[in-house]
């Protein structure tokens, strides 16, 4: 499909209208990949200062460019009665209501679920929590603290030395999850007419990444062990030091991919050894194939390395940094880099969804909001005079 159709083309989510009260990581992914796809996603923010994480450094300084493209922004004081009214009339005209903030907070503003059915009897309700309904329900989660209770942590670090993964993994995939459990809602409510109530838990999210590490004590009855320390299920699966001071990841997970690697880098001998043929032979014989590997790799250059690999069909990988992914060639080649414009008028590039439909990939079309960017557009086409919006302007109601 050319670009012209692509263009012309609705997208998938056009026409669903989802009003979001996030913030943070979960909640506003789950917004993305619904706006990504094509659904007008409104963020309403609080006056006078919006969302907390547009101010966000350190660590979590990218999580708003990351997660709010594609969106709008409506700022409004909701403690107001005047800017409740608005926030009521916005959720008439909603597909979905979605939230991340701590149980209770949303009933307390007047917007819990029985709430806003009131105002919009078949509105989907996307609940996004630190854990679905049970003992824990009233705890405060972070990825974090699930990742150290799902053993999530546990299996990532050294023995000794549980460590959170290097991204927000349950804080992104919950997010995922949620807007799976919305399509689905869309798609029951083209049926029945209703909507519905969904909620997702970033602790049952942690747990069900670790699904294959319990999974492998049912079915050996071996505990799992902490990555640094497993037993592999494969004799080369490892980093490996290269002779200019750099390092390749090589893994060798076949039969047919182990005579490759051994006519690739020499090891003939190895390659026609009966004992070696088969993957549980090279596990067992790992003390005796590892080192010669090693010694062998370490007098050549990285990109010969990988090189090799790439023609005899190896898995590979050069060791990046998040940043060296600006400039991948196959990210830039593919189109697989979304535009944005920092608020300094800096043009960045940020992933975008890892699918495409249709050979079809999606883009930014609305830049990350400012803060109340359309509120102004929005409480017109909501029956407001334009008079009317200054007023509420002026009073601190919207921005």
């Known amino acids: 499909m050319n670009?012209?159709?692509?263009?012309?083309?609705?997208?998938?989510?056009?026409?669903?209208?989802?009003?979001?009260?996030?913030?943070?990581?979960?909640?506003?992914?789950?917004?993305?990949?619904?706006?990504?796809?094509?659904?007008?996603?409104?963020?309403?923010?609080?006056?006078p200062a919006g969302d907390n994480t547009r101010r966000l450094t350190g660590s979590g300084a990218g999580y708003w460019m990351t997660y709010n493209r594609n969106k709008?922004?409506?700022?409004?004081?909701?403690?107001?009665?005047?800017?409740?009214?608005?926030?009521?009339?916005?959720?008439?005209?909603?597909?979905?209501?979605?939230e991340n903030f701590r149980p209770g907070a949303m009933e307390k503003l007047g917007l819990g679920f029985e709430q806003v059915k009131a105002i919009k009897p078949d509105v989907i309700y996307s609940s996004m929590k630190g854990f679905l309904p049970g003992p824990y329900e009233h705890r405060?989660?972070?990825?974090?603290?699930?990742q150290m209770m799902s053993g999530l942590a546990y299996m990532t670090g050294p023995e000794g030395r549980p460590l959170r993964a290097g991204a927000s993994v349950n804080d992104v995939m919950g997010g995922m999850?949620?807007?799976?459990?919305?399509?689905?809602?869309?798609?029951?409510?083209?049926?029945?007419?209703?909507?519905?109530?969904?909620?997702?838990?970033?602790?049952?999210?942690?747990?069900?990444?670790?699904?294959?590490?319990?999974?492998?004590?049912?079915?050996?009855?071996?505990?799992?062990?902490?990555?640094p320390s497993r037993l592999s299920a494969w004799a080369i699966y490892d980093v490996f030091n290269a002779r200019d001071d750099e390092q390749?990841?090589?893994?060798?997970?076949?039969?047919?991919?182990?005579?490759?690697?051994?006519?690739?880098?020499?090891?003939?001998?190895?390659?026609?050894?009966?004992?070696?043929?088969?993957?549980?032979?090279?596990?067992?014989?790992?003390?005796?194939?590892?080192?010669?590997?090693?010694?062998?790799?370490a007098t050549l250059p990285k990109q010969q390395i990988m090189d090799m690999c790439e023609q005899a069909g190896l898995p590979f990988s050069p060791i990046q940094r998040p940043q060296d992914l600006f400039d991948d060639v196959h990210l830039n080649a593919s189109g697989g880099l979304a535009h944005l414009t920092l608020d300094n008028g800096e043009e960045v590039k940020v992933p975008m969804l890892p699918f495409e439909m249709n050979g079809r990939r999606?883009?930014?079309?609305?830049?990350?909001?400012?803060?109340?960017?359309?509120?102004?557009?929005?409480?017109?086409?909501?029956?407001?005079?334009?008079s009317d919006v200054d007023a509420l302007r002026a009073r601190g109601v919207v921005r």
């Open 362 to 386: 999606f883009d930014t079309r609305l830049n990350v909001p400012q803060l109340g960017s359309h509120s102004q557009a929005l409480l017109e086409e909501l029956g407001y005079a334009a």
């Open 140 to 146: 405060t989660a972070l990825d974090e603290v699930v």
């Open 177 to 227: 999850f949620s807007a799976i459990s919305i399509l689905a809602a869309l798609w029951q409510r083209k049926a029945t007419g209703e909507g519905q109530f969904v909620q997702t838990g970033l602790f049952e999210n942690s747990a069900f990444l670790v699904g294959q590490h319990m999974m492998q004590m049912a079915t050996t009855g071996q505990p799992a062990a902490p990555m």
């Open 72 to 98: 709008k922004s409506f700022a409004v004081d909701i403690k107001t009665e005047e800017g409740m009214a608005a926030v009521r009339k916005l959720i008439e005209s909603a597909d979905v209501v979605t």
């Open 248 to 297: 390749v990841f090589m893994g060798v997970v076949s039969d047919s991919q182990w005579l490759s690697f051994c006519q690739a880098f020499g090891f003939e001998q190895l390659g026609s050894d009966p004992e070696l043929a088969r993957n549980t032979q090279r596990v067992h014989a790992r003390s005796r194939i590892l080192p010669l590997v090693r010694e062998r790799l």
């Open 3 to 47: 670009t012209q159709n692509h263009k012309i083309q609705a997208l998938p989510l056009a026409g669903i209208r989802v009003v979001e009260f996030v913030h943070m990581v979960m909640g506003p992914t789950c917004g993305l990949v619904l706006a990504d796809l094509g659904a007008e996603v409104i963020k309403v923010e609080p006056t």
